[in-house]
């Protein structure tokens, strides 16, 4: 049983950051996927990491204000948000993912997930 832990978030004014990091119980090659899900909406891809490559991934609707990244041991894969909104809201996630090399991973393709760690944003 792969076991996932989040850390870091917390509230913060618009326009602040956030540092998120996710803990993963084994080491190897491993396609760690960050999600959001926010007060009454799906789960929604951030991106995501590949161990193995150290490259990121990130969805369209995602890029350019968050930025994935290999952790100071290569079981953490951290997540940096920056110039946050109030609609970046919610529950963030990381979980393990099937192998893909070209794109996001979708939530139907994640097996192991963590608990999630909240982010409030306030004006």
């Known amino acids: 049983q792969v076991q996932l832990t989040e850390s870091g978030g917390g509230s913060v004014a618009a326009g602040g950051s956030l540092r998120l990091t996710c803990a993963i119980s084994?080491?190897?090659?491993?396609?760690v996927g960050w999600f959001r899900q926010a007060p009454g909406k799906e789960r929604e891809v951030i991106g995501n990491f590949l161990t193995g490559d150290n490259k990121a991934f990130y969805s369209d609707s995602m890029r350019g204000r968050f930025t994935i990244s290999q952790g100071n041991a290569n079981n953490r894969v951290i997540l940096q948000l920056d110039n946050l909104e109030i609609e970046d809201t919610g529950i963030y996630f990381c979980?393990?993912?099937?192998?893909?090399?070209?794109?996001?991973?979708?939530?139907?393709?994640?097996?192991?997930w963590g608990h999630g760690t909240p982010v409030t944003v306030s004006s």
């Open positions: 084994i080491y190897g090659a491993l396609n």
């Open positions: 979980a393990t993912c099937i192998l893909i090399r070209d794109r996001t991973p979708r939530v139907s393709e994640c097996n192991y």
